[in-house]
């Protein structure tokens, strides 16, 4: 009896020569085709055009969860960035395999935080400190398996902007300091609003003897934050909040906590993509809104509730740009590929750190 041959990759090049109308039709017949073999998650700052082909929405974390539970799908493609499809592939069964569909859509802030640096700070702040005793290390969900697994492997967790603050009270029940990374201004913002004065949270700077610190600030720190932000939520700035003050009268300011510690604290609101939704969605109609985060999902809100007055907190434009390399070309030569029997950029971890980063989220589902 022969064997069928293989069939040949399908091409991404000759996709961009096609309109977004034939790419949408193509990728609509690719995914009957697949049924439930295949579930495409997309994150809220997706492009909208390859937002209306998900499955499943929201934040990263959430989107992984949910993945999980559809033990039914052999494929979860991903449209996000690579953290998120690493978090998809650990929680997600043996059988099932998570895709990105471009390995390009990484995430600035998850880079400036790598194992290795965060080994030699473990290490430069252990000739000040008994780490083990001392230091629970706390990695925001945004960061590679690799820092996921760190924690894992010395008693640390993970957070989410939505439970930060819970997250920091078991780290703080565990050990009496954190080392927070590689996000700063969540760090900030969720110790500022357990109390924790400015002066006992201070910044560690990768690549400086002692991240730039002196023995005596590092002893006297409850929390060490890595100099890492998101280069979206950078942009905000006060004088934007004050601006619309300004302009529009009544106008509420919402925020995501990746914001500076300036913004955030002159928002009315802050919280995650999922908190910042639900807040716009439950106000009453006539509200006015001025955003602060990602420009797709203010757009997305904008329009779907036209008896609301929503605008963009920053006047220039501020999208993810890795995100957004995901686009109608690469979620189509996904899919058509796994039509034709080919999987294009599996992201697998491999299982001992993925045992370890599992260890870590673990933990932090079995406090919220």
Known sequence: MSVPPIPPPVALEP???????????????????????????????????????????????????????????EFIVFCGVHFMAEVADILSGPHQTAILPDLAAGCSMADMADLVAVEEAWA???????????????????????????????????????????ILDWAFAQRPKTLFFPDQHLGRITGFRMGIPQEEMVLWQPGLPLGGLTPEQ????????????????????P??????????????????????????RLADELGSTEFIQKTVRESPPGSRWAIGT????????????????????????C??????????????????????????????VPPNVAASAKTALERMLAVV
């Open 124 to 166: 430069e702040l252990g000739r000040i400190l008994d780490v083990e005793s001392q230091i629970t290390p706390v990695t925001y969900v945004n960061s590679t398996a690799e820092l996921k697994a760190f924690c894992g492997d010395h008693g640390g967790t993970v957070c989410t902007s939505s439970n930060a603050g819970k």
């Open 239 to 264: 004088a934007h909040v004050e601006q619309f003050r300004q302009r529009l009268p009544g106008v509420r300011v919402i925020v995501h906590p990746e914001c500076s510690f300036e913004v955030c």
């Open 319 to 348: 999208m993810c740009s890795t995100m957004f390399r995901i686009d109608l070309p690469h979620l189509c030569w996904s899919l058509e590929n796994l039509v034709a029997g080919c999987v294009i950029h599996p992201i697998r």
């Open 15 to 73: 996709l961009y020569q096609l309109s977004d109308e034939a790419l949408s039709q193509r990728i609509a017949e690719a995914k009957a085709r697949l049924g439930e073999r295949c579930v495409v998650l997309c994150h809220h700052y997706q492009r909208e055009e390859v937002y209306r082909f998900a499955d499943l929405t929201g934040d990263s974390l959430k989107l992984a969860r949910l993945a999980s539970q559809r033990p039914e799908a």
């Open 218 to 237: 590092i002893r006297n720190a409850r929390m060490i934050l890595w100099n890492g932000f998101c280069s979206v939520h950078q942009m905000f700035q």
């Open 294 to 317: 990602e420009l797709n999902l203010v757009n997305r809100l904008k329009h779907e509730m036209p008896d609301k007055e929503i605008h963009f907190l920053s006047p220039m434009v």
